[in-house]
């Protein structure tokens, strides 16, 4: 299922970018659209954003938004929806993918 890394940048440039969509609750469903990032708002409080690893490999993906928790990261939506988050995600099992999300677009390490 892994696909080289000039495949993934292409793919990522072809099709449109990731937006936000955005569910109450403290914790993105289990179900995960293919490309958008979905994000778990609860009580005015972004929660953690999850999302397919843009891999391939089916893996769900959790990100921790909340300060409280370690690590966390922090997420930015633009006026179009498009999702950046900071620091980049680096996978340490599985398919130890290294991306940066930014403006809706992978970028891959
Ligand atoms: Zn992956």
């Given at each position: 299922m892994k696909k080289p890394k000039w495949f993934l940048k292409c793919i990522e440039f072809v099709l449109p970018t990731r937006k936000t969509l955005v569910v109450e609750g403290d914790s993105p469903p289990n179900i995960l659209p293919y490309r958008n990032l979905v994000l778990a708002r609860e009580g005015g409080e972004d929660w953690a954003v999850g999302f397919m690893?843009?891999?391939?490999?089916g893996k769900k993906l959790e990100i921790m938004?909340?300060?409280?928790?370690?690590?966390h990261w922090k997420l930015m939506v633009d006026h179009s929806n498009r999702p950046t988050l900071h620091p980049s995600v680096w996978l340490?099992?599985?398919?130890q993918s290294h991306f940066w999300l930014r403006n809706g677009r992978v970028i891959w390490c």
């Open positions: 690893c843009p891999c391939g490999c938004l909340i300060q409280e928790v370690k690590p340490k099992t599985g398919c």
